[in-house]
């Protein structure tokens, strides 16, 4: 007999060698039909797994979290692939993960998959999950996966192999004639997928990599319930009109443009008041607390970045050097070297710590042409950034004030709500050394210094090896997004690697040298990246202080515009941002056109409201609100 502990902590006496499916269907039939995989003491299983000793276990269903519907998800990518495969079996297989919402597969195909395609690969699936097929686990030695994945033509499974790491468990997965390489886990059988939706297709290079061939992958998603589809397709739905991409084209804050290039969008004037007001924003709130603000060339030497270790760690991520007067310059893509140097520019005393160096600088980083996104992602950008330049005693406190501010911009200034973050510390992959800056006794400082100030601030936060930067760990703190995405955006990184690099100093209270830490922080990120973001989160009603217009007046015919005129030189010197609609249009049209932009306030004027000196106000969000005098309506707006 073995002990099996349970989340909820009881514990069962069980035999030896059950299957984790059968164990769950003693506990309870519902829970049996429901389970799609499993975790065994940490790592996540098949149902068919057999328990063999004591362990911790967790079963998992769609509706528990995401381990159960990734699996569903992932069997359902076996499922499209069996599928096509049928339609037409020349077509290569790639690969087909499970992601965060559905999963996708690539495949190799000649021509483009059509909308004809998609309906005819749907029915295949759909007959599939009817002939409910038994899954089947089966692992091979490595030169007999290589020759079945050779017998069958899968030159991408091949290669997968043979990748693999020595002694690493080749498995495959078998539901009727269909065999897939995979890890898994999987469901019992294909009848346990209910509901489908092929979602879009795209190009994707194998592998990621442009020298690769392109592939030709497809999104889909799976659920428990045809109901579940019906809402998924509603939030997709949703998620399209929040698109930062569509509302920057509707509002007019943006554009692209093929000469100009791939991943540099260009503000236009609505757009760049946006930006121009949030930046305004952040460098005040950063005077207030102390911070020095500066400006640093968008170019550099090579030897600038070999010196503080981006060159060996990050020249991949970096536009290309230009030759120049016996320099090799390249357009950097942070800025903390330089403000190294500003920092090293004069000798340091113990009383002048912290020192806090902002800029609102544009970095340039070369990102793939298929990943570039609207402002989400570009590749030049404007970063606000700081860095905090302090004694070892002014971690704790200096750390703790970066965290203070990030919730005073996002809960009281933009009004997220507390339950809307999460905390993520971001540690370096300890079995992938090379990726950092090789300083061990370093790394386990930084990364304890940061885990017992969180848990000093009472912030729940998890940890996540391989996602530090390649100088120190950082606290990342991600918000759920409109879109349903978690999105970092605030950062703060402690660095005890440049300082040494750079051989920073400061006079201590001893008379002696010492070096200093840098605290790396960003607070709105990228400008770009908020701006989408916060397109996003409020579909463009953007809070009234934000928005590039807050009052538009409206004249209901000529003989009011000289008084529409009065009342936007009235509004302007009070340092609203007024427009006037003069042109010869309805009324009714002119409100629907101000709705449309988003405006947050519309003035009405007509003989009456000349007549009396008022303004007929309507609001965006809570129509017609009546007609008061200026005064009233500036009390209004300043509540």
């Not at 499922?79 to 919402?101: F, V, W, Y």
């Not at 911070?291 to 990050?314: C, E, R």
């Not at 997004?481 to 001893?510: K, M, N, W």
Request: net charge negative; charged share 35%.
């Amino acid at each position: 007999m073995i002990k099996v502990t349970l989340k909820d902590g009881s514990v069962k006496e069980i035999e030896a060698g059950k299957r984790v499916y059968d164990f769950a269907k003693e506990l309870s039939e519902g829970l049996a039909r429901m389970a799609t995989c499993a975790t065994v003491n940490g790592k996540v299983v098949d149902l068919r797994f057999c328990l063999n000793e004591d362990c911790e276990l967790t079963i998992h269903t769609f509706e528990s979290d995401l381990d159960g519907k990734k699996a569903y998800w992932h069997t359902t990518s076996h499922i499209m692939a069996q599928a096509i495969k049928r339609i037409n079996p020349e077509i290569k297989l790639a690969i087909g993960p499970s992601i965060d919402e559905g999963f996708y597969y690539d495949f190799d195909v000649e021509k483009h998959f059509s909308d004809e395609d998609k309906e005819k690969i749907e029915a295949e699936m759909k007959k599939i999950i009817k002939e409910d097929l038994p899954i089947e686990k089966f692992v091979l030695p490595r030169d007999e996966a290589i020759k079945l994945m050779k017998e069958k033509d899968e030159p991408y499974k091949v290669e997968l192999i043979e990748d693999l790491p020595e002694g690493e468990e080749i498995s495959f997965y078998k539901q009727g004639e269909f065999i897939d390489l995979c890890a898994g886990p999987h469901l019992m059988s294909t009848g346990k997928v209910k509901a489908i939706k092929i979602l879009s297709t795209s190009g994707a290079y194998w592998r990621g990599s442009e020298k690769n061939k392109m592939l030709q992958r497809i999104y889909a998603i799976s659920f428990p319930k045809k109901s579940q589809v019906d809402e998924y397709m509603q939030v997709l739905e949703d998620r399209a009109a929040r698109d930062h991409r569509k509302i920057g084209k509707d509002l007019k804050l943006f554009m692209t443009h093929p000469l100009v290039g791939s991943g540099l969008p260009m503000y236009l004037p609505d757009g760049a008041t946006i930006r121009r007001i949030l930046e305004r924003y952040i460098q005040d709130k950063e005077l207030e607390l102390g911070y020095s603000h500066v400006y640093t060339p968008s170019l550099a030497t090579t030897n600038l970045y070999k010196i503080s270790g981006h060159w060996d760690h990050y020249k991949d991520d970096m536009f290309p050097i230009m030759k120049m007067d016996n320099e090799e310059l390249v357009l950097r893509p942070m800025n903390c070297p330089h403000h190294m140097l500003i920092y090293k520019s004069e000798m340091r005393s113990y009383r002048d710590l912290p020192i806090k160096i902002g800029e609102l600088a544009h970095d340039f980083r070369y990102e793939n042409s298929g990943a570039v996104c609207g402002l989400e992602r570009v590749r030049q950008m404007c970063q606000n950034d700081a860095h905090l330049f302090v004694r070892p005693d002014q971690i704790k406190e200096e750390v703790g004030n970066v965290i203070k501010l990030i919730f005073e911009v996002y809960t009281k200034d933009f009004g997220f709500e507390r339950d809307r973050f999460k905390f993520r510390l971001s540690l370096r992959d300890k079995n992938n050394k090379e990726k950092y800056i090789d300083n061990d006794e370093m790394w386990e400082t930084a990364e304890s210094q940061l885990r017992e100030i969180l848990k000093e601030e009472n912030i729940d936060f998890y940890e996540a090896e391989g996602e530090a930067a390649f100088y120190g760990p950082k606290i990342d703190i991600q918000i759920k997004s409109a879109l349903g995405h978690d999105v970092t955006i605030p950062t703060c990184q402690l660095d005890f690697a440049l300082p040494e690099r750079f051989e920073l100093e400061y006079i201590g209270e001893d008379g002696e040298a010492h070096r200093p830490v840098v605290i790396h922080r960003a607070i709105l990120g990228s400008s770009d990246r908020f701006i989408s973001f916060l397109l996003e989160e409020t579909k463009g009603n953007l809070p009234f202080w934000v928005c590039p217009k807050q009052v538009k007046i409206l004249p209901i015919a000529d003989r009011h515009i000289d008084y529409a005129n009065e009342v936007k030189k009235f509004l302007q010197k009070q340092k609203l941002r007024v427009e006037v609609d003069s042109r010869q249009e309805k009324i009714g049209y002119k409100i629907r056109e101000a709705q449309l932009s988003k405006i947050p306030y519309m003035l009405i004027v007509g003989d009456k409201e000349v007549e009396n000196k008022q303004v007929g106000v309507r609001s965006r969000t809570d129509g017609d609100i009546g007609a008061m005098n200026l005064e009233e309506f500036l009390a209004k707006i300043n509540k």
